[in-house]
């Protein structure tokens, strides 16, 4: 009799830990990445396992903590700093405190696995806190990037305002982000615009259409242009560029950055009665713009998976430019070339860029690509058979985070 062989497929979970220097406190964390939903933000989970008669009366205390640099490190004299530093929330962990919190599930199955060591904790971030974006550093600077960061920090002490000590203390460092909603909507934003020249009649007309609202990082935008030249110009070339502005809200300054482009003499030049019916594709992408200063990035510079800082979203019947931190849009601007004496006609067209929403078709595909790269790069890791959970350092992230 042939024996029938049953396969059972087992998901592992994985949580990211990291432990003092001194080896007697870890924290484990079952994600490094936390969404805002707009009407609600993924709240802060873990546990933190400490060594045994370790604390001898002492306790463990916790925080989240909110960095907003809006000015170079190195520009910092006579005591100004550009830098704020806010502590969201802070709580007593250890010794547990006397209120019972519900857990979640990776919480209950750690506590379970570590017994009377663990500690589990919970934080929340405050109402309309911004998302997690940093700014790119140019070569020359060497100083910490600007932007909007959260963290993470655990430490040993008598009381919460006690000094921490680099020994008994641990900093994760977390991002905060948006995700695109589960459907991108039927509107094709697209924009008309038209000159005239002096001392010459007609005008030449432009209209860019996109064939989506919403793109996904790393997806090809695609712009339809008509030209249509009832002047006595001639259109020379054509340059198409996907454009990301920031406006930092702190010191109210704006500045934007093209992060995509290409110039074409194709169908050129359209001489006067002349017309161009003709799409354009371009892929934004932070790996085509590396080490070009100013480049808004939503995750940590040395990241090999970072992207492009996603479009800001706001709750309805708000205006973008009322949220804080950094502010992230996107534009497609398109011009035409007119010569030395026509000048240029130029439009913008805005969309937004985003990651897909949790459980969609394309989030699966790109974790499954970003599954298959970690397998590849072997990062370290150890696996627990008996649970099914996997074990990932915060090891590659100690050069970004703070002192």
Do not use: W
């Amino acid at each position: 009799m042939i024996p029938f062989l049953f396969l059972v497929a087992v998901v592992a979970v994985k949580v990211f830990k990291k432990t003092t220097p001194n080896g007697k406190v870890t924290v484990y964390l079952s994600k490094r990445d936390f969404v805002d939903h707009l009407d609600h933000v993924d709240p802060i989970d873990g546990v933190i396992v400490v060594e045994s008669d370790y604390l001898k009366g002492r306790k463990v205390f916790g925080q989240v903590t909110a960095t907003y640099r809006f000015g170079r490190e190195e520009d910092e004299v006579m005591g100004v700093k550009f830098s704020k530093e806010l502590v969201l929330a802070k709580a007593q962990i250890a010794p547990k405190p006397s209120e019972k919190a519900q857990l979640s599930q990776i919480q209950e199955r750690l506590v379970s696995k570590f017994g009377a060591n663990a500690f589990p904790f919970t934080f929340h971030f405050p109402d309309h806190s911004p998302s997690s974006v940093t700014l790119q550093a140019g070569e020359d600077e060497n100083g910490k990037p600007l932007g909007v960061e959260y963290s993470i920090k655990t430490y040993v002490g008598e009381h919460s305002e006690d000094k921490s000590h680099k020994r008994s203390s641990v900093t994760l460092a977390i991002k905060k982000i948006q995700y695109a909603p589960p459907s991108r909507g039927q509107r094709l934003p697209s924009s008309l615009v038209s000159k005239g020249f002096t001392f010459s009649q007609g005008k030449l007309n432009l209209e860019v259409t996109l064939d989506k609202e919403i793109y996904y990082h790393g997806e090809k935008v695609c712009a339809n242009v008509i030209v249509s030249n009832n002047s006595r110009k001639a259109v020379k070339n054509i340059k198409v560029m996907v454009v990301q502005h920031c406006e930092v809200t702190m010191v109210n300054t704006q500045f934007s950055r093209h992060v995509a482009s290409l110039e074409t003499r194709e169908g050129c030049p359209i001489t006067p009665g002349a017309s161009l019916n003709k799409s354009f594709y371009l892929v934004p992408l932070a790996s085509s713009n590396k080490d070009r200063h100013g480049i808004a990035l939503d995750g940590h510079l040395r990241d090999d998976d970072v992207n492009l800082a996603s479009s800001t979203l706001v709750t309805e019947g708000k205006a973008p430019s009322e949220a804080m931190g950094i502010v992230i849009s996107y534009t497609v601007r398109v011009k035409l070339n007119c010569g030395a004496l026509g000048g240029e006609v130029q439009t913008d067209v805005p969309f937004k860029l985003l990651h897909p929403a949790p459980g969609t078709a394309e989030k699966l595909k790109i974790d499954a690509e970003k599954k298959a790269k970690a397998i590849e790069a072997k990062s370290p890791k150890s696996h627990d058979d008996d649970d099914n959970i996997v074990f990932e350092d915060f090891a590659r992230l100690r050069l970004n985070e703070p002192e």
